[in-house]
């Protein structure tokens, strides 16, 4: 069975620039989650999906930040624009009860 | 609000050696406790879990954790490392029935040979 995939792995984009990063959960999950660590600090939550629906996205650090998951599959987080700040590593997690939380290999960003 | 502190950004132990890996928590409400292990140029993976069934618990790679309620810890440890075992280890908590993990700053554990 297939983990939960992200892509790209790596990205480096100038200051301003748009990113989007996509994550595929684990087949038949209906949690996702966005979780971002920056450089040196602890990983944060960022946002949480049920289905296509937004639980929770408290953790969302500015509106130059959106995420979607359209159809309750797949889902995506775009930068729009990029800032220096932003740089560090997105994981993207899935799970079916909540219970326990799989995680993905993570996307790391750097904003020059 | 819910919290953790991993007591050591760095752990070093020599090959065979006990690992003792520290998290401290703070929740108001009963806690689901986590810890995850990050190898280099990988995700994360989930070691082992506290639901609020036994409060020793075993997990992956030989590791476990004992739930203290009393000192609020959550202890990861393993009787004898291995090379293997050099990564980031992260402790998370969450609310019993929430979805969001708080996670400690990490430790990085290193193996001496």
């Known amino acids: 069975e297939a983990g939960v995939t992200q892509f790209p792995s790596h990205s480096v984009i100038e200051k301003g620039q748009t990113v989007t990063l996509r994550c595929d959960p684990i087949?038949?999950?209906?949690?996702l989650y966005w979780y971002r660590r920056v450089m040196g600090k602890e990983i944060k939550f960022l946002l949480h999906?049920?289905?296509?629906?937004?639980?929770?996205e408290s953790g969302m650090p500015n509106n130059r930040f959106l995420a979607e998951r359209t159809g309750g599959t797949y889902s995506t987080l775009k930068v729009q624009p990029a800032e220096l700040e932003d740089s560090g590593v997105y994981f993207c997690?899935?799970?079916?009860?909540?219970?326990?939380?799989?995680f993905g290999e993570g996307s790391w960003l750097t904003v020059v | 609000a819910q919290s953790v502190t991993q007591l050591g950004s760095h752990v070093s132990v020599s090959e065979g050696a006990l690992v003792l890996l520290r998290c401290n928590y703070s929740s108001s409400v009963p806690p689901y406790l986590f810890w995850y292990v990050q190898y280099p140029n990988q995700g994360l993976q989930l070691l082992l879990k506290?639901?609020?069934?036994?409060?020793l618990v075993k997990g992956i790679n030989g590791f476990e954790a004992e739930f203290k309620k009393s000192e609020t810890s959550f202890h990861l440890t393993k009787p004898s490392a291995h090379m293997s075992d050099a990564a980031e280890y992260f402790c998370a908590v969450s609310k019993q029935g929430a979805q969001k993990l708080v996670f400690g700053q990490g430790t990085r554990l290193t193996i001496n040979p």
């Open positions: 087949s038949g999950h209906d949690n």
């Open positions: 997690a899935s799970s079916p009860t909540g219970d326990t939380i799989y």
């Open positions: 999906f049920v289905k296509e629906s937004k639980q929770d």
């Open positions: 506290y639901t609020s069934a036994a409060t």
